[in-house]
T-cell receptor, first 114, second 112 residues
Framework: AQKITQTQPGMFVQEKEAVTLDCTYDTSDQSYGLFWYKQPSSGEMIFLIY??????QNATEGRYSLNFQKARKSANLVISASQLGDSAMYFCAMREQSSYKLIFGSGTRLLVRP | EADIYQTPRYLVIGTGKKITLECSQT?????MYWYQQDPGMELHLIHY???????EKGDLSSESTVSRIRTEHFPLTLESARPSHTSQYLC???????????FGQGTRLTVV
């Protein structure tokens, strides 16, 4: 069954440092996609980065990169040079090719300290 | 900027009332989703659709129903609202493949 697990309910990071948010997934599909979203206190959902199961290189988008380890079924988000505005909830999500579901993990609350 | 809209943004309603939460998108996306989210908590998939006249229940048991008569419109209906339905409801849409989902601003529902 399709499942996303985020084991870190909350994380702290010092401003300007890097932080890794963990995400593991379970699927029987060979083709799937992994997403990360940011949800600030305002409640909007902001798309950050995407990784496809067949992508050979790790995805990067500005300060965001995805550490994709297919054999371990993990897709960790790395935020470099943290900023105060990065304080938010972060959700990992997965869509399978065989179904049209898009499911989310339980989220990680990141707090950036000045 | 995403063109997906939810109305109303906020709704306070009495127990037992029938309500419909509206979601519309102008991007021509065939896949649409409804999620229920308590503040700061997980997004639970309650319904999804992969095209006109196709709807499926999500992983979270819900007493709501949905319809998809037009591509751009995916309303969610609660026949008889209860206090346990108090939550935020998020609508999203996407095309296929590698594309991300775009989210509406959400409807914050309170049932008293």
């Amino acid at each position: 069954a399709q499942k996303i697990t985020q084991t870190q309910p909350g994380m702290f990071v010092q401003e300007k440092e890097a932080v890794t948010l963990d995400c593991t997934y379970d699927t029987s599909d060979q083709s799937y996609g992994l997403f990360w979203y940011k949800q600030p206190s305002s409640g909007e959902m902001i798309f950050l980065i995407y990784q496809g199961s067949y992508d050979e290189q790790n995805a990067t988008e500005g300060r965001y990169s995805l550490n994709f380890q297919k054999a371990r079924k993990s897709a960790n988000l790395v935020i470099s040079a943290s900023q105060l505005g990065d304080s938010a909830m972060y959700f990992c999500a997965m869509r399978e090719q065989s179904s049209y579901k898009l499911i989310f993990g339980s989220g990680t609350r990141l707090l950036v300290r000045p | 900027e995403a063109d997906i809209y939810q109305t109303p943004r906020y709704l306070v309603i009495g127990t037992g009332k029938k309500i419909t939460l509206e979601c519309s998108q102008t991007m021509g996306h065939d896949k649409m989703y409804w999620y229920q989210q308590d503040p700061g908590m997980e997004l639970h998939l309650i319904h999804y659709s992969y095209g006109v006249n196709s709807t499926e229940k999500g992983d979270l048991s819900s007493e709501s129903t949905v319809s998809r008569i037009r591509t751009e419109h995916f309303p969610l209906t609660l026949e008889s609202a209860r206090p346990s339905h108090t939550s935020q409801y998020l609508c999203a849409s996407r095309t296929g493949g590698n594309t991300e989902a775009f989210f509406g601003q959400g409807t914050r529902l309170t049932v008293v």
